[in-house]
């Protein structure tokens, strides 16, 4: 398998923090609670640095496919109780997570891969769990623009993203009939960290 992140990878976490300061990590951490009490399922996590604080509350599986990514991922994470795998994430019968964090790894996918994996992960989650998604949404203003406009082109390069826009995860998580629990917004909204069951 390639990696696409190999180039990125030493420098991602600095040129986050430098480009959007902590509202990143507050994204993906503002619905982090009663961890203990899940097994939870991380799909395209980086390099875990943000989840480290509450590293020993974590337990269940993180799925990446960028060995550099993933090599970080197992240092920064190396005391919590998760499983690490170098792979597309594939469902398994019978294992079941209470929860799926999403966090700014659908923004790198097709259409078609998104609704393939959503429906993997609903074979994949208990009859209560929910989807955690943090994404960058539509900017709100001609400085958010410019950036999501850069931003996307630097990924395309850097990264070999596909996308030269934002899937509408909205309508796609509606239409393979998953509901919206709950929502906060980050940076006036461009941001969106959100809770999803399925219907
Ligand atoms: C933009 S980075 C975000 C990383 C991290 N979630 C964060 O918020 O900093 C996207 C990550 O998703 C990974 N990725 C992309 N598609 C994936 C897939 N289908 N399965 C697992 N990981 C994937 C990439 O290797 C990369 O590390």
Request: proline residues 2%.
């Amino acid at each position: 398998m390639k990696d696409h992140y190999s180039f990125l990878a030493p420098f991602y976490n600095s040129l986050t923090k430098l480009v959007f300061g902590d509202q990143l990590m507050r994204a993906k951490t503002c619905f982090a609670e009663r961890l203990k009490e899940k097994k939870v399922l991380i799909i395209g996590g980086g390099n875990g640095l943000d989840y480290q604080g509450f590293q020993g509350q974590l337990s269940g599986e993180y799925w990446e496919i960028s060995n550099a990514m993933l090599s970080q991922a197992r240092i920064n994470l190396a005391n919590s109780s998760l499983t690490f795998y170098l792979d597309f994430f594939e469902a398994t019968e019978g294992k079941l997570f209470n929860e799926v964090w999403l966090h700014f790894v659908l923004d790198t996918m097709d259409e078609n891969e998104i609704v393939d994996l959503l429906g993997k992960i609903r074979k994949s989650i208990t009859l209560k769990g929910r989807i955690y998604l943090v994404d960058f949404y539509a900017p709100k203003n001609t400085r958010q623009y410019f950036l999501n406009w850069s931003m996307i082109s630097f990924f395309r390069i850097f990264a070999k993203h596909k996308r030269a826009n934002i899937p509408k995860y909205e309508s796609i998580l509606t239409c393979q009939k998953w509901n919206k629990d709950s929502q906060q917004e980050f940076m006036g909204g461009w941001v969106k960290a959100q809770l999803w069951h399925t219907v």
